[in-house]
């Protein structure tokens, strides 16, 4: 079985870069201070990630405040909302709120990448949002219906990719847990897979990776199943590998097996027995191994504890060993 | 209890003013925490109920490391700081509390610190994890809330963290290591029901008990978690109803950003509860009723009273009353009776200074007394 890992979240701010930016806050630390802590950081990050083996490398997106707001706070036809909480956790977002139909800003999302991941862009992992999962979450006061709005933001973020492609980038995320937690029925469930169509032709022999987490992903399996991209991964600390059904098409598939909602390290031999249920049941062959939900739901300690139960996986799947 | 139509109640924290924080580390004023103090002072007229703690604290030696007497002077300014607001309801603002999880959470037994996660952009809180059995040496709150009691001239409300809502915002490592083999869906499920009924049997049962003892009459549990999992709303309520039944209390159950709808009717069987204090403000807007989804009470035939969200507490700008007056009479035409409807904040208004905070509790009292003057009648 051919293994990939990676991060699939933001990483968690460390305590030097949670002072830092309480700093900033309240007026005891200049920008300049707190970049020099931000860079510090992210090449942690990316070491951490070099040392763990990581098939792709994020620097850990640090200076996110969440997943939107990059583009919450650039593309044109946003304003950046109330604080509103995350639908599965105790962590919030401003809720970007669409008054007009949206206008990509060209350079801007490119803009707030992590610095360090301009050195190698062809093993960077780009996280972006779902456009379901972005439709789902914003206030729209556009006028316009809500499946009209995952095509369009399909085709925004199609656009992203292409100018990212154009930059080198290769390996694209679309977080999109609305898809299991709420999944979308009738012309919503259309408007996911042409939006994702979009998406998939922009790759243009990169990787698109739909991942999901926040919700059993075996009622939304057949949709999964049709979405128009390399991987799609679901998370195991909420799918039952026994209820996954028997077939599928896909030869790689993702799967979350590490759950930041506990700081209880995963035991890497039950790991290796569920990917291995999981991917027989789906007839994959190769698989993508991550953090199901955000990994910053932890603090860094625990996160990197569980963490390094992957390269272990990783040579036990790969091996064939202790079936 | 007031018997006036929509009586106005606090819902949680408050900012901590800036003596607060230089006295209770030790520190002496300086000129803006002087000015602070002076000035609420001024307003309030509260610092001479305690003389030898506010000469201590401007004499710059606030008791040394324990900060009790700033402490002290911190909860009573609170509480002064909510009547005068004109609220009929209070608190002592949770003046000694860390924050709503920590806080209970090191009184217990069983539990270990992690470290900071993020609640939103640069804001964190410490989450713990829960490693061994949950205990409960001696009941929390207690002088506490005899405090508040002594001095209070308003009925005092005392907030409780639910138990659902700690053991969400905890890592469970015992209840779930103890699952045998993959910890997947089931073993979380089983695992978190075990948490949050020890939670509410051995913790929070008996200081709800001691507090009740003391003579409290009103409870809030605090469950903003309740919202993020809504197919778990029958655990919230088993831990609700392991916490309270039996005890001779008016039970009050807070819930914030959720969809409400989503935990009807599951929430309804909360048996001791008899007051639902829930967050809309935030989300009421222009061409946005956010106060429809208390129709859902009404299509369920749910007859308790509301404590009705009627100012924003993420947001700088202050309501005027005539917002706060349309929102309690949206509300009171969706829930379909005025004598139900309790007035609030959201939530805790610590995000919010001070100044801003106390305009819109001013806000709130001044909108219901408009609502008050155009629905008459009085409370049932």
């Not at chain 1, 050195?119 to 456009?131: E, H, K, T």
């Not at chain 1, 991964?233 to 759950?259: K, M, Q, S, W, Y």
């Not at chain 2, 209070?90 to 860390?98: C, I, K, L, M, N």
Request: some cysteine; overall charge neutral; charged content about 30%.
């Amino acid at each position: 079985m051919d293994v990939l890992t990676g991060l699939t979240s933001p990483f968690p701010r460390s305590e030097a870069l949670v002072k830092a930016t309480r700093d900033l806050d309240r007026g005891r630390a200049t920008p300049d201070a707190v970049e020099a802590v931000y860079r510090s950081a992210e090449l942690e990050v990316a070491a951490l990630e070099r040392r763990l083996g990581c098939s792709t490398r994020t620097a850990g997106y640090l200076r996110w405040p969440d997943l939107f707001r990059a583009f919450a706070e650039t593309w044109e036809g946003f304003s950046v909302g109330p604080l509103t909480r995350w639908f599965e956790t105790n962590t919030f977002y401003r809720q970007p709120i669409l008054l007009a139909p949206p206008i990509r800003v060209p350079g801007a999302f490119a803009a707030r990448l992590p610095p360090p991941l301009a050195a190698d862009p062809a093993g960077a992992r780009i996280l972006l949002p779902g456009p379901y999962t972005f439709a789902g979450i914003l206030d729209n006061r556009s006028g316009e219906t809500d499946f009209a709005l995952v095509h369009r933001l399909g085709r925004l973020l199609a656009d992203e990719v292409r100018e990212l492609r154009g930059r080198g980038f290769a390996t694209f995320q679309f977080t999109d847990p609305l898809l299991v937690a709420r999944p979308p029925e009738g012309p919503r469930a259309e408007a996911v897979v042409e939006a994702y169509g979009s998406i998939g032709r922009a790759c243009d022999g990169g990787t698109s990776i739909v991942w999901t987490f926040g919700g059993d992903a075996v009622p939304a399996i057949r949709l999964l199943d049709r979405l128009p991209a390399s991987v799609v991964g679901i998370d195991l600390a909420e799918t039952d590998v026994e209820r996954i059904p028997r077939d599928g098409e896909r030869t790689t598939i993702g799967l979350g097996v590490l759950d930041p909602r506990t700081t209880l390290a995963e035991d890497p031999t039950d790991v290796v027995r569920v990917v291995r249920a999981a991917a027989e049941r789906r007839g994959a062959r190769t698989v993508w191994l991550g953090p199901g939900a955000s990994l910053d739901l932890l603090p860094p300690a625990p996160a990197v504890r569980k963490l390094e139960v992957l390269p272990d996986v990783q040579r036990r799947l790969r091996t064939g060993g202790e079936r | 209890m007031s018997d006036r139509l929509f009586p106005a109640q606090e819902i949680g924290s408050l900012a901590r003013p800036r003596w607060q924080l230089l006295g209770q580390r030790g520190e002496p004023l300086d000129a803006a925490a002087r000015s602070e103090f002076e000035s609420w002072d001024r307003r309030l007229g509260f610092a001479g109920e305690l003389p030898d703690d506010r000469d201590a604290l401007l004499a710059g030696r606030p008791d040394g490391a324990s900060g009790d007497g700033v402490r002290d002077l911190a909860a009573l300014f609170a509480l002064r700081y909510l009547e005068a607001a004109g609220l009929d309801r209070v608190y002592d603002g949770e003046a000694r509390r860390v924050e709503m999880y920590e806080h209970p959470v090191r009184q217990m037994d069983g539990f270990e610190f992690q470290g900071h996660v993020r609640s939103f952009d640069s804001k964190y809180y410490r989450k713990a994890a829960v490693v061994g059995e949950v205990r409960l040496d001696r009941p929390y709150d207690v002088e506490e809330f005899e405090f508040v009691r002594r001095l209070a001239r308003a009925e005092p409300k005392v907030p409780v963290t639910g138990p659902y809502t700690l053991a969400d915002w905890s890592y469970n490592e015992y209840y779930l290591g103890r699952q045998r083999g993959w910890k997947g869906r089931a073993a979380r499920r089983a695992a978190q029901r075990e948490f949050v009924v020890d939670l509410a049997r051995r913790a929070i049962r008996p200081t709800l008990k001691a507090l009740i003892d003391r003579g409290c009459k009103v409870v809030q549990i605090d469950e903003p978690a309740a919202g993020t999992h809504p197919d778990e709303a029958e655990l919230v309520v088993e831990g609700f109803n392991a916490a309270t039944d039996g005890l001779d209390a008016e039970f009050i159950m807070h819930v914030c950003f959720s969809d409400y709808r989503a935990l009807l009717p599951a929430l309804l069987e909360a048996k001791r509860c008899s007051q639902w204090a829930w967050e809309f403000a935030n989300r009421d807007s222009e061409g946005h009723d956010a106060y429809e989804v208390l129709g859902a009470l009404r299509e369920y035939g749910d007859t308790r009273s509301v404590g009705l969200g009627v100012v924003d507490v993420h947001r700088d700008p202050v309501e005027t009353p005539a917002i706060v007056a349309d929102r309690i009479r949206r509300a009171a035409k969706h829930l379909g009776d005025p004598a139900r409807i309790w007035v609030n904040p959201d939530c805790g208004l610590r995000t919010r200074s001070l100044e801003v905070a106390h305009a819109k509790l001013r806000a709130l009292v001044e909108g219901a007394a408009l609502a008050r003057a155009e629905l008459g009648s009085p409370r049932r």
